[in-house]
């Protein structure tokens, strides 16, 4: 059975050893941290900080998957599992998220705005930006929010939208007739 062009192959880096610096990988690697890292990481394929790992750092990645301790935001372009007994301390952006029955994350989930390669950036959008996009009247769009019939974040008392969400929810709301 073939690989998939962006799979891992069978490279895989196993660091149980203190580290400090910036680790960046080109191709696709299975890296798995079991000791301790402070500095940056950027990673193609899989990373995995195991359960007695300690990591301080600002973590870019595709797939991650965390049981240690990790300190420093998390980006990862396809997923992150958080499982028993990791500890996150920092901000978490991924567009699948699994996190298991006792591990603990002390920080911010953004699920909305991680881009796919070539995919334009997404726009945080007003009430009344949202009304003029769908042309409708911003009371109408505020009942869609309060009704939770439309993506939307309520933040310091007034409507916030992602436009990448509501376009994907005006593509679901077509579907349906």
Known sequence: MG??????????????????????????????????FEGKL???????????????ASIHGERIIVAGKVTGDIHATHSVSVIAPA?????ISTPRLGVGEGA?????ISMLNVR???????????LRDVAQYLEVEAKVVEEW????????????GG????????DRWIQEENAKV
């Open 3 to 36: 690989k998939k062009k962006d799979e891992p192959d069978d490279k895989i880096l196993d660091v149980d050893a203190s580290m400090q610096g910036t680790i960046t990988f080109k191709d696709p690697v299975n890296l798995r941290i079991n000791g301790s």
């Open 42 to 56: 950027d990673t193609r394929g899989n990373l995995t900080i195991g359960e007695n790992a300690k990591v301080k």
């Open 104 to 108: 603990v994350i002390e920080g911010q």
């Open 116 to 126: 796919q390669p070539g995919e334009a950036p997404d726009v945080t959008m007003t």
């Open 87 to 91: 500890l996150v301390q920092g901000s």
């Open 145 to 156: 929010a309060n009704q939770k019939k439309i993506p939307a974040r309520l933040e310091n």
């Open 159 to 166: 409507w916030n939208f992602s436009k990448i969400a509501v």
